[in-house]
Every structure is written in C-alpha cells, then in structure tokens.
C-alpha cells in the first residue's frame, strides 16, 4: 500500500486527482518537475505582496501604498530573472497587468479589509477517515471571515464559487483549530487580460449542510486509492495544455495520439 506522498492531502492535491489520476501520479508520486507560466507566477507575487502588506498593518504599520506597489515590482523582476518561467504573454505586459492589479486592490479593496491573520496554515487529523488535512488560508478578518484572493484573465460563474471544495475545507480547517465562528468565506477575485481595464468580483460562499460531509466522503476517496495505488489517466479536453503530456503519451501510446 502507498502512503500519501506528503503524509497529508491539501485542496491542490485533491482537486489534481480529480481532474485526473495519473495527473497526481506525475506530480506528487514521480514529481516531474514542470515550468510555472506567467500566470501562476503572477498570482504568486501578487499573494506575497498582500502577505507583506497585511503583515505590516497587523504589526501596526500604516498602509503604505508606494510601498506596496514597489514591493511587487522589485520581487516580479527579480524572480522575473532567476527563475525560469514559460512567458506564454511577454514579462512586461505581464508585469503591467500584475501592476493594475496591486492598484486596483490598494485602491478598492484593501481599504474594507481588517486584517488579524495572513497566509495562516492550518492542518487537522482526521481519525475517521485516517487523513491529516492542510490548507493555507489567503487572509483571516477581524470577524473570522475567510478571504482568498485570485487574479485571473476571466470572470468566474457564480457556481464556480458556490460549489468551492477549496472553501469547505478552509471552514472545516478553521472550525477544528479555532471553534465554530460563524465568519463569511468569501473569493475576492481580479480579473483582466490586460493592464487596461482591471474588473473585480467578490463572491460569497455558503456552505450547504451537507458540504462538510460530502468533502470528507470526496477526501477519502482520493486517500484511499492514493494508497491503493489508483494512478489511472483520464483523458480529458484539457490533456492538450497538460504538463505531463509528453509522459503521458510515453506511458499510455494509444491513449493519447496528438496534442491539439
Ligand atoms: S495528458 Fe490527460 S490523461 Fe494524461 S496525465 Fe495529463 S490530464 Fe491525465
């Protein structure tokens, strides 16, 4: 039998079963390493940026917009340099759209926001099922409300938030370290293909009263075929931007016969 290749599950890894099995197996078990492209970096830029803003207001700094807005440029251009990213868009207009972002959320987010934890990871057992859980949760309000924030090129569904497991499973591993709260969760998403025109959607999630029980049915599930050694491909319409498309084909030649 396999053990979970952290020893825990997070909403990453569940969520890259799902979308396919033998995904996870390249990933997590066999651990190809794969580029990161500008929009994965961007986001992570953007998430250490608001880290450093919000750790200076909860330490009692006053907000420091030009600060901000430097901080982000100088760790976009420096990473931009040592690491090696797959610029599908071009760095600069990347960092102009990463830029309009930091602005956008200086100028009309940030200031309703009172901040009492940032990127705060949390982890439970779960002896029922045998499972640790882990999760690092964006930003912790005054009022226990839960925000995570996205920047992305398009606008989300309101069901794409409804039926958040990434969400659930913050509130689960909120209410098992610090009690019941009752605090709104809540997507503050970004969202543009370009600098021009940055548009903004803050969207709730309301869990259902069955929803912690269907993510803990859905987590044992992923651990007990990680375990099992449950690796299959499932082919689907995104195989074709799959970072493990070449091994893919490798493993499974009449699987996959072209990347369209
Ligand atoms: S190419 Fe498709 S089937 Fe193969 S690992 Fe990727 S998502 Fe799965």
Redesign the pocket.
Known sequence: MTSLPRGYLSHSQVRLYG??P??YY?AYIEEIPVRVNEKVFLGEIFHSTLEEYFTRQINGFCADEALTVAVFREAFTAQGKERDIDWQVSQRETLARGMAFIKYFLAHIAPKLKPLMVEKELSAEIPEIGVTLKGVIDLVEADFGIIDFKTTTSKWSANKARNSLQMIIYKYLFDRNFGNVHGSLKYEILYAKNAARIRHQSLEVIPGPEDIAQMLHLIKHVADNIRAGVFY????H??AY?D??AA?RKKNPG??TAKC
């Not at 491909?233 to 689907?236: L, T, Y």
């Open positions: 979308e396919c033998q995904k390249f491909p499932q082919a689907n995104f195989c799959c493990f498309f893919c699987l996959l």
